[in-house]
């Protein structure tokens, strides 16, 4: 149980409320009756039940684009700094983050804000990755501002729908044998979610946290390979590890990208910052606020009671670094020159049923028909650098605007207006869009839109259009039939 510090609303400024992250913090500060901005980069993409909440704002704002202090809120007492650019690139990530931290600090300078919350990466090693530098680098950045900082510095993140614990649940999960990299005997100091969101928390205008770095950690020192193994024991799986020094940075990736369902640049960054020990020195946080953390084991255990129970809160699988585009506004009009579609309707007797398996495809419930083509242009991708079939689904029957979809990004989900709108993240000749609509006269309409880019393009359609037949035809039927019978 954290002491709580103060009593006062607070007005709070939170800044990548869309990450998996500003997800898990934004309900706890609701909770605790702070009013909240929240910062994002495309108002599309709010979960739309948040809409519903009174006390939350939201502000459309790109840090890397030059401030513009107008109309931004001037009376903030605190802010999060909750604004990583890891995933999207493996060459100018740090000159991003960079850049973002300097505006942010601009903003900051038109508000009476008294504190900035900042989560970084443990940084004690003499030789840092480029991550875990760019990390500290946005923190000298931040201590510039007008503000008392305070920073918490983190490293594996244990919770359902972390990258961390999703990459050692595909280890783990699929691999009863692993040859691995030497850097599985690298240690590190995994904590749990819960306990990171109640630091976060915990630390709002607590002036003995005001311009001090902490280091946060759970109780267990283990190596990568220990991590592995206690997951292992814990689901009652047989797993065997060999590790093998003649393994490069680049076959390392390549053996994240192809066994977990993370991208090759965050596979990158990470088998970078694995080669450094990530132990916290500076764990007083944990003192000052009277807050016993859990063990290793017990938030694999936490993380699947949430799993069990469809209850994941968010994953870094959602966040748009998880697919091939930064931004997805210039995609949500579906364009209808110069494209070539496949158009399919068919009557329905059940418009419920129909929208809760619209709402429910991909993922364990798949397209409905000949799954096995679709896994088999998931391997295609996969083999192709794209990101195959292994993001899955979140949640099985709910979807939010932004959310990863397979191979595909939610561009819009509307229940009330019962419209899907699916955006192709597959590597592809062009860019597709897939739609599904009922109408009022209880008619599914079913459109596959591609835009061709160049020749390529338009031999890729025509050569694959026997195969839309069948399947695009079989998905609509089934779609319009299909009865769950588990619900």
Not at 53 to 77: A, G, Q
Not at 392 to 418: S, Y
Request: charged fraction near 25%; aromatic fraction near 12%; glycine fraction near 6%.
């Amino acid at each position: 149980m954290i002491f709580v510090f103060l009593k006062e609303k607070l007005k709070i400024l939170l800044t990548g409320a869309n990450g998996y992250i500003g997800r898990r913090l934004l309900p706890q500060l609701l909770e605790l009756g702070h009013e909240l901005i929240c910062c994002v980069r495309d108002k599309n993409r709010i979960d739309p039940d948040l809409q519903t909440l009174k006390k939350v704002s939201f502000l459309e704002v790109d840090f890397l684009n030059t401030p513009n202090t107008v109309s931004f809120p001037k009376d903030i007492d605190v802010a999060y700094y909750l604004i990583h650019s890891m995933s999207s690139s493996t060459d100018d990530f740090d000159e991003k983050e960079s850049l973002s931290a300097l505006n942010f600090n601009t903003y900051m300078e038109a508000t009476s804000v008294k504190q900035v919350v900042y989560l970084s990466g443990i940084v004690n090693e003499e030789k840092l990755s480029k991550h875990l530098s760019s990390r500290k680098k946005v923190e000298d950045i931040l201590y510039k501002g007008n503000f008392a900082l305070t920073v918490l510095r983190a490293g594996i993140v244990v919770g359902s729908g972390s990258s961390s614990f999703e990459i050692i649940r595909d280890l783990c999960e699929k691999l009863p044998l692993m040859v691995a990299p030497k850097w599985l005997e690298t240690k590190t100091q995994p904590i749990a979610i819960r306990d990171v969101i109640s630091l976060l928390s915990g630390v709002l205008l607590n002036e003995k946290c005001y311009n001090q770095s902490f280091d946060i950690g759970g109780p267990d020192v283990l190596t990568y390979k220990e991590m592995l193994l206690r997951y292992a024991k814990i689901r009652k799986l047989h797993l065997w590890i060999i590790s093998v020094p003649v393994m490069t940075p680049r076959l390392s990736s390549y053996w994240l990208y192809f066994v977990t369902s993370t991208s090759y640049m965050l596979a990158v960054n990470l088998v970078d910052s694995m080669k450094m020990e990530v132990v916290a020195k500076n764990n007083k946080l944990l003192e000052i606020l009277k807050l016993k953390p859990l063990t290793y084991e017990e938030a694999i255990e936490m993380a699947f009671i949430k799993i069990e129970q469809n209850l994941v809160l968010s994953s870094w699988k959602d966040a748009l670094v998880s697919g091939r585009f930064s931004d997805l506004k210039n995609y949500i009009q579906v364009p209808k020159f110069g494209c070539l579609k496949d158009n399919k309707a068919i009557v329905i007797d059940n418009t419920e049923q129909v929208l809760e398996n619209i709402w429910s495809i991909g993922g364990n419930r798949g397209w409905y028909y000949g799954n096995w083509l679709w896994k088999i242009r998931g391997y295609i991708d996969l083999l192709a650098g794209g990101v195959g079939l292994r993001r899955g689904r979140t949640h099985p029957n709910k979807i939010n605007n932004g959310d990863a979809l397979d191979f595909w990004r939610v561009l819009l989900a509307d229940k009330e207006q019962k419209r899907l709108l699916l955006f192709a993240e597959m590597k592809l000749p062009g860019e597709a869009w897939l739609e599904f609509e009922i109408t009022k006269n209880h008619i599914l309409k079913q459109t596959a839109t591609f835009r061709p880019k160049g020749i390529w393009g338009r031999l890729y359609w025509y050569s694959i259009l026997p195969f839309h037949y069948f399947i695009f035809g079989g998905m609509i039927r089934n779609i319009a039939t299909y009865q769950n019978n588990k619900s």
